[in-house]
């Protein structure tokens, strides 16, 4: 399969466009999992820039250090408290994708959950770490989503939220239990799935209102901003990262990486794959608002 397809799919249902109710059925047993990183997550710090001198000089005090990095290339590391996703990515199960974001990019969470939501099924919500807040017929937890996945439950869609990434101050220490958190959680999730033997049949997307600012701020944290790194993540996933860590030298006029990858276009294909019908998606590809 050509990596730059790589949420194609054989079957062919139509897709409406706008959102998919959550009734709607996902053709052949296929499960998407959403997991939002609530608060804007950093994608910089998330999979770091080793190679690039530029990164620590704008963040002489937050920049993860090189050694301390996991290596995915020459250019490329996870965040060492991501130590749960290796796994993924030794098995070609984890792509990570660069310069996810919009040309309609807002610094307000509202604005930007809004383009985050924009073309994905709207389902029901659960909480990964504490208790739902939205409807009771949805999975209320993490650890009750794992009990019906392994119940063999049809679940055809499940959306998770992580929050506190909204990190303006302090952000070593928060973002790095943060991730860790995201780790165990999707870890957790595959665990299951392979056990049920719904992983071939699942993707798992990460969602944040936008990624951060280049430059760390004055309280060891760094503010809103507009692109960033997003995890897709399947059984039948031809992994790898797709795009390229932002050129530092063509940051936007606040100082963020500028995007690569519509938001909008992004979540389209992913609700084509889940309704059936074949999706490509280019992730190396020119931005555009198409």
């Known amino acids: 399969m050509d990596r730059r397809h790589f ?115 709207d389902f029901p919500s659960a909480d ?45 220490e928060v973002h790095a239990r943060l991730l860790a958190q995201l780790a165990a959680t999707m870890s957790a999730l595959r665990a299951s799935l392979q056990a049920s033997g719904r992983w071939p049949d699942t993707l798992l997307m990460t969602r944040s209102e936008f990624g951060r600012r280049a430059a760390e701020n004055l309280s060891a944290g760094t503010d809103h901003g507009n692109a960033g790194v997003q995890f897709i993540a399947g059984g039948r996933l031809p992994g790898g990262v797709f795009g390229a860590q932002p050129d530092f030298d063509l940051l936007d006029r606040h100082g963020n990486p500028v995007p690569q990858v519509e938001i909008g276009r992004l979540n389209r294909e992913v609700a084509a794959w889940w309704a059936g019908t074949p999706a490509r998606f280019f992730p190396a590809a020119a931005f555009s608002s198409a």
């Open 7 to 121: 949420l194609q799919c054989a079957a062919a249902v139509p897709l409406a466009r706008g959102s998919i109710g959550a009734a709607e059925a996902a053709p052949c047993g296929r499960l998407l999992i959403v997991i939002d990183l609530v608060g804007g997550n950093d994608g910089l710090n998330t999979v770091i820039p080793h190679s690039d001198p530029r990164y620590t000089a704008l963040r002489p005090t937050i920049a993860i250090d090189r050694k301390s990095g996991l290596p995915l290339d020459d250019r490329n590391a996870l965040h060492p408290a991501l130590q749960s996703l290796m796994p993924l990515w030794s098995a070609g199960e984890l792509a990570v994708v660069h310069g996810v974001g919009s040309a309609e990019a807002s610094l307000s969470h509202h604005r930007a959950a809004e383009l985050m939501q924009a073309a994905l099924p």
């Open 128 to 172: 990964a770490s504490e208790n739902s807040r939205e409807s009771s017929t949805a999975p209320s937890s993490l650890a009750q989503a794992l009990e019906q996945i392994a119940s063999g439950a049809p679940l055809q869609s499940l959306h998770l939220a992580l929050h506190g990434f909204d990190t303006h101050e302090r952000q070593p």
